[in-house]
């Protein structure tokens, strides 16, 4: 990452004292803070020493610590989920996203074994600059919502599911053999990458013509 | 299969002339005849020594021969497909459940990335009494007509698509993952398969109450 | 899900707290409860905030709240299951399909190896509008009741057995190529998706002769 | 293999000279030959150059030449097919297991589809000392012969099908997971191995208590 | 597709007559022409029926048809290959953002075994409004293209390679586990839908703060 | 199984009243015991109730209890492993056909990675009338054994390994591409399957000459 | 292993006291110790009756026990990772080469990300007599490195990552598919097997003209 | 590749006239040629235009064109293989050792099926600096030579086999999970990246001591 901002930290496999220091260490060099995959029990051991403007999803298990003056948020993001148990995954790209500096707005739960949720929506869907579609078990909403749209879209496979979802598996291969143009992917349940990749999309200029 | 008909044909890896001794053995015995998975090449050659009534679909590469007098075809399915390049399947899925005795409608090219096809003939959708549905690619469409319908839906998925396609094994995944509840899956390009479980559900009667 | 009913809760991921918070919700909009995936740990922490009428089966690990009164369930759904360990997802197909109006019968432990234990039953599956196959392991039991029955059947994987099983992948292979027609599958041990498809077949009125 | 018989020769891949080099070669060595895998084109170029006795199965595609004097064939082995289609594969492991000396007697298109063919043949399937069951699709078969019979059963998936077949590999896992006791398995469409296993078995001489 | 073109078609498994029909049908309505996966061999056959401004890129396997006048192209893609073989997945892509009226700039050869071949091209890579990165066997480039610039970075892997490649299954799951930020993914040798996804980026018009 | 034997009793995922009440049935019957898959921890909770002939193997993770009398174990079958830890497996083989009526014998750590060490027990694999061939990782001492001696081999992967032993799949597919004749396979991890097999080959008597 | 050294042992699956009987047998034989895969757990267990020179890498979950006299460390091993969750497999791997007597060195958190920390130390890539590259998600670094150096580059993939990493498979397959030459592979993990085959390749002596 | 040599050229999918054409340039710029996965009949077509001192080995598809001086070949690689049928990979290992400088000898058709034929060449083995070991099928033979001596070993898998082969991956997760210490592998059907690795380890000096 780049900007005054060091290296995202991923806490997966990482004890609370290791998580500890290198936030301690970042702090100290001015960065803005995000970690990543932090348990709720991991984050209760660090509180009692971080700044008190940091700020915990549980749902999203992501720690955010902002320093005092941030740039106005710019553009639009929309991050869209299937199912309620995709939230989680989507808080994490919503997160990083709005640390990178992106305006995001959000649209749960409208996967398409009802469709008439997602097309009371269509609204929204229209006024994002890039939109990134989370879902797990067969992954279809990034389809349709594609279709819908004439800007980028992002799928996120999700690993909610049982059986022959493969653990994401089923919903990453849908998003990949999309019907729909416009669509692109990224890894299971990575909320963080996509984070990361509609922002690069949403804070883009005007194109010039040759 | 059951009532004056023999087993249906299955012609992939047999030769032309052992495909014509089969015909001739079940024409004899007075069956109705279904040979799936027929190619032009070998219809062509069998050509000469069929009955005046056989017909071949090319599409589908389904032959039928039916015998002079047959019942009125009962019920109402209904075919859907998402693509065109779907449509053989489907054809082979058709010719399977006319023969049973089953009424087929069919539907074709309402895939998910332009939802307003498939909405546009949701009262079509809610006529049939059992709906089968034919995608490759993502195979997303099952998902959505299952939430459109009360009644039972079949998922045929295609191997239309490449890459990570894998054959049509992600459209099966999709398929066997899909958040609509009431859809059941068959084989990759089963047509047949989905034919006879359709026409199965379509002859039913009607329930008593206990 | 249609008439009077919410959505069935899905419990794999959610806490007591949550699981709660839905049922109250639902229990006030006047609606039965289907709550599939309810660990035992978790029931017991619910318990004392359900209503008398609430039901729950461990086995199955379902929970069922009924209003006060129910119309006579209609048809003849029969569950067969090849194992003994195969009944926790034979009895969320169960309660599934009772929740929605159907009547259901239940077969256990009539699993291939045994071949005189099913034989003995014909007469059974033959009273069933559909049924049901429960099977882990090799899960061939599909294939077999398929050429014995002339109804739809639908097989349901499940994740019984180690190895080569594959977390039930080898079962739904299986079910996938029966060499059986009238055969359609679900997911791994989706009890569930059985029971709804089941219930969607059996409620059928007779089909009209064009 | 041991006593006078030189290496198996596996025909795919190699050219008709090479094949015609090996074979006059091990008919100086005063070898019986066994030719696997040769498809009928490359028997046809070869055939002039073989000796009178040379015997050539085109559904087999196995070719054998036999010195002049044979011992009597000793035991029983009894091969099964599911369907026909699998009469290739069949009759691979019969050569083979003639070839080394076993007495083999065949049974085919018996698959679980139709339960009662198998079971009209109870009695020749316990008259066999071992029993090679081939079957393709979802390869149940081996699993209602192994709980038929108290001898050694060999499962041989078959690449028969299509879609998730996975040329043969559903049926592979099928018998891996068979819920029978005493059957075991070797590749797909090892013919050859099949035969190779039961000859061994079938030769066994009686067990002394210790 | 939108905007005066019609669906872009997709020539794989169609006949040059199928094609032809397709294309005569489009070009009376007025819309310029992509066919896709186009055989030499079939567009040879429908050569003399095209009029004079088509265009076939055989490498790319692309057909072009555009109406006489067409609007400047506008901002800047870059698309990028790891070796010679991924050029012709490279070419389907430049037609389509061609043809969807974005400016496509290309850059061959840049495989991560010679780093410094792409090291050279740093200033152009960061030219770009969207850069697509197509590469076969390890499809490494991705990863280090998405280090060296801030602009959104799509990954297309090729089946390019062999054994352990899988048909491209390799180069797609190392661009979706990318270790840098920015990178999204579509499948396997869809140079089409890359040139899709770029399009509806590199359009897009400037942020607005809010 | 057959005369006068219970079910074994397949332990994983039953708690230790059920597997309790089970033994207890069985006892009544007046049959042996074989319980399968019973942990150390069940084993404790169950000692007490369990009759004092009863023999609990740690390593195997078996239980036996025979009746008073039994008939002298028959024939010769050599259980073989590669490393130390396959004798788990190795331990469930033995005591199935033990427990069957078959001797056993066996022979562990003479894996291929230090040939030798089989290669001096040649005497003791060619005594065996059957031999059952256990290991993890590559899987290869089958492929050795099976060159070595000329009675049937079992080959047992097992789950021993990491990563891309994709926990005893390596093993198993070693196992079925062996390129010795004379080797089946049974699943991952099955002691009692190949126990069962091999028991079932062990006890036969001569083959007579037809 | 040779010259003095017993084999390894692999702790996995062993109980601390089964590990404390190995090692104790092991120096009463002179050996020095290499115990690989042993938690801190278990260690603490261990450790109060091992001798003072035993010396454990909670990192690499490795312990040593080196015999006094030590010859000195010969060649030059480079030892490099992509990330620092790489860092436990690196040190399996370095204490397996150290212990064999081969003098290694280490580069950690160079990934193809930020291609410039790789760049920065080429000088002391080109210093090694062979390099062992550990990299986890996309595995990309060997490839980039082998292109970089003439000598020998062994790439050892490691099981960090989520969902498309497949527990290391992604990052295996890259390095089997590596667009360098003179990359070779171990198993995901394998940090043991890389420093045997670092430390045969570093020990080698000049070649011969012939 | 180094020193005066261009890049090898891969002539799968290239077509005669394209291969001829870098051909003619490489000439021009002074290298040695080295073409692999050359087929006979795009050969046939080159061969008009290549200068005398052109080699073509048909079994492994190899070109090989040197320059009128070479230097002496050094040191000694030994390629092994297990069948008959992985000869062509050896030869493709062979060619590139060869051109790149290394001495190479060569044993073919020893598998662990006949386990004595390899312990006949023991000491050929322990010659070598360096061993490549070809083999398909259950590629056991790497595991079986790594015990032997204590050279570095470099695997090999083939796609030689059929059905649970699955084109070579069976072999080759043997390899990757040898037992034998001091293996490493590349990819299936890789002769050439053989040929480079252990061409990278062939030529090494003589370590220092620090
Ligand atoms: N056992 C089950 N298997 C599959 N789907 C289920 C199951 N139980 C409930 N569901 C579905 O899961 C949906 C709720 O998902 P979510 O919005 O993520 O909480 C419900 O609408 C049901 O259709
Ligand atoms: N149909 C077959 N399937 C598997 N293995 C076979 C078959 N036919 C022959 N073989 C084996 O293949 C070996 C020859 O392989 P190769 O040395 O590569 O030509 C013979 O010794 C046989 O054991
Ligand atoms: N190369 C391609 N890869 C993937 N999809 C394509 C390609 N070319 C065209 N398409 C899509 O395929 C659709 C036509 O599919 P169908 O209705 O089955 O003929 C078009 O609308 C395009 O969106
Ligand atoms: N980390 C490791 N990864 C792979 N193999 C290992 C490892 N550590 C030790 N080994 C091998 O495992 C063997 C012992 O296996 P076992 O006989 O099953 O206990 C030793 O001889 C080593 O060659
Ligand atoms: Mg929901
Ligand atoms: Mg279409
Ligand atoms: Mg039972
Ligand atoms: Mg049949
Ligand atoms: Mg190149
Ligand atoms: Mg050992
Ligand atoms: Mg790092
Ligand atoms: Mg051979």
Redesign the interface.
Known sequence: ??NGMAEVI?C??KTAPQISKIIQKQLKAGCDILATRLAREAYLKLKKNLPSKASYNPEGRVLTIYKSTRP?????ILVVT??T?DIPVAEEAIATAELLGS?VDKLVDV?????HRL?DKVDRLREA?VIVVVAG????LP??V???V???V?GV?T????????????????????????????????G??AG??AH???????????
Chains 1, 2, 3, 4, 5, 6, 7, 8 share one sequence.
């Open positions: 990452l780049r991923y997966e496999g106005k948020p710019v553009g639009q299937a199912g148990s305006k996967g398409v074994a009802g469709i097309l600059r078990m067969d992954g279809a389809s349709v594609g279709g819908l004439s800007c980028p992002i496979p690993s909610v599911g049982y059986g022959a979802s493969f653990g994401g598996v089923a919903a990453l291969l849908t998003m990949l053999n999309s019907c729909s143009t416009g669509v692109g992917a990224v890894n299971i349940d990575n963080f990458g990361c990749l690069r999309i949403n804070v883009m200029g005007a194109p010039s013509t040759t």
